[in-house]
């Protein structure tokens, strides 16, 4: 009787232990991932589909004026879509081919990127758009440096975040 409930027992665990396997390797689609760029500590972890918009907003420091970056997750890259800026100013594209549109300047810029890095500041208020949702990634950072990339992620890892 007792060997049958161990037996009972090693089947369930197994059983178990086939299932969290099988959805630790289980591709359940991409995500962007914010994480601390010192200590690689996940802060936030947003499930994202091909051409979802991931945008950085914040107020430039010189100008303290609105700029917004706007990417394009395709194939696990960020593809830079669309900046809007307020004013010329430091770091902004004084070269480039610049359109106006409701009172900002536009710009398409070309590039895709693996990862980007942010420094978000108290005085520029970052904040990271994902889709139709909005993060304070100061509050999220506590104003640390952040990595922001695109990953697979699996069923396992989707249903733990």
Same mark, same amino acid.
């Given at each position: 009787?007792?060997?049958?409930?161990?037996?009972?027992?090693?089947?369930?665990?197994?059983?178990?232990?086939?299932?969290?396997?099988?959805?630790?390797?289980?591709?359940?689609?991409?995500?962007?991932?914010?994480?601390?760029?010192?200590?690689?500590?996940?802060?936030?972890?947003?499930?994202?589909?091909?051409?979802?918009?991931? &945008?950085?907003?914040?107020? %430039?420091?010189? #100008?303290? !004026?609105?700029? @917004?970056? +706007?990417?394009?997750?395709?194939?696990?890259?960020?593809?830079?879509?669309?900046?809007?800026?307020?004013?010329?100013?430091?770091?902004?594209?004084?070269?480039?081919?610049?359109?106006?549109?409701?009172?900002?300047?536009?710009?398409?810029?070309?590039?895709?990127?693996?990862?980007?890095?942010?420094?978000?500041?108290?005085? &520029?208020?970052?904040?990271? %758009?994902?889709? #139709?949702? !909005?993060?304070? @990634?100061? +509050?999220?950072?506590?104003?640390?440096?952040?990595?922001?990339?695109?990953?697979?992620?699996?069923?396992?890892?989707?249903?733990?975040?």
């Amino acid at each position: 009787m007792l060997d049958s409930i161990h037996t009972r027992i090693l089947v369930v665990v197994a059983v178990l232990a086939l299932a969290v396997g099988v959805s630790a390797a289980v591709p359940a689609g991409q995500a962007l991932v914010v994480e601390d760029a010192e200590t690689g500590e996940r802060l936030k972890t947003v499930p994202v589909e091909e051409n979802t918009t991931v &945008a950085l907003e914040y107020t %430039h420091s010189v #100008e303290k !004026t609105r700029v @917004l970056d +706007a990417y394009a997750v395709q194939d696990g890259t960020l593809v830079m879509t669309r900046m809007e800026f307020k004013s010329y100013g430091a770091g902004l594209p004084a070269r480039a081919n610049v359109t106006t549109e409701n009172g900002s300047f536009v710009f398409n810029p070309q590039g895709s990127y693996r990862e980007l890095y942010v420094k978000p500041g108290h005085i &520029a208020g970052h904040k990271l %758009h994902v889709g #139709e949702h !909005t993060y304070d @990634l100061v +509050a999220l950072s506590d104003a640390r440096s952040v990595r922001l990339h695109v990953t697979e992620q699996s069923v396992l890892d989707a249903a733990l975040h």
